[in-house]
């Protein structure tokens, strides 16, 4: 592949762990693996940065399996190959949305119980970090679900500590675009599994994600603009009442 854009991918994630303090000396840090690309070029490039890092902490793959009939074995060679321990937690997440809740909008339901099972099996394994593949397009996608359905400015964060599960939860590919991303898993040619998800391609996030595509064709600076947007904010600019 391009050294010169791997060392691009590279030093943008080590600027991203630097600016937010996300991975300290002796941290034991879980990556969450879905068999997307996200989260095989996650577990790539932190294992890249752990062999160059002047400190030492330790990665484990982590995939949490909703009950769907997924080759868990590509994630499971794909982790020995890059030298990283691989757990699997069976549930019966799938079961319990669709099946007994029959949720009619199930994703946020389904991510916060994989979310839940990720971080407390990440907990069990002595991780004290968990590590996340949201990068830059989905902070926007996320802001802009936030303000269409919620009417508030909000999007996630880059760390995050949870006291229910002790854990402090990391996105190290918050600066790097989806297409950086997509270039690297194709370059390196990381395992990318088809989603089984009965709704996927049919949910708020798509429609989002489409939005925020064609956003893009007419300012193709956004995402520049939009992380110094977030970098900068001046909450005094708003309009927050006052009591």
């Not at 890092?53 to 994630?75: C, Q, R, T």
Request: charged share 25%.
């Amino acid at each position: 592949m391009s050294k010169e854009f791997q060392r691009y991918v590279v030093t943008r994630v080590k600027r991203a762990i630097v600016d937010y303090g996300m991975i300290a000396d002796g941290d034991r840090v879980a990556v969450g693996l879905s068999g997307g690309k996200d989260s095989s070029v996650l577990l790539h490039i932190l294992n890249l940065v752990r062999r160059m890092a002047p400190i030492k902490f330790s990665l484990h793959g982590i995939y949490v399996d909703p009950g769907w009939d997924m080759e868990v074995n590509v994630l499971r060679e794909f982790c020995e190959h890059e030298g990283v321990p691989f757990y699997y937690k069976p549930t019966n997440i799938a079961e319990v949305v669709f099946d007994i809740r029959q949720e009619k909008n199930p994703c946020a339901l389904c991510a916060n119980l994989r979310r839940g099972a990720l971080n407390n099996t990440a907990r069990d394994l002595g991780c004290n970090k968990v590590a996340l593949g949201h990068h830059l397009d989905d902070v926007i996608e996320t802001f802009f679900m936030s303000l269409f359905y919620t009417g508030q400015f909000r999007t996630f964060s880059p760390i995050t500590y949870l006291s229910r599960s002790d854990v402090t939860m990391i996105r190290p590919l918050i600066y790097l675009t989806q297409e950086h991303v997509r270039e690297m898993a194709r370059q390196k040619n990381l395992p990318i599994l088809e989603n089984p998800c009965p709704v996927n391609g049919r949910t708020k996030r798509q429609e989002m994600r489409e939005f925020v595509a064609n956003l893009l064709i007419r300012y193709p600076e956004l995402h520049l603009r939009f992380l110094n947007a977030l970098k900068t904010a001046d909450l005094r600019n708003l309009w927050p009442v006052t009591k």
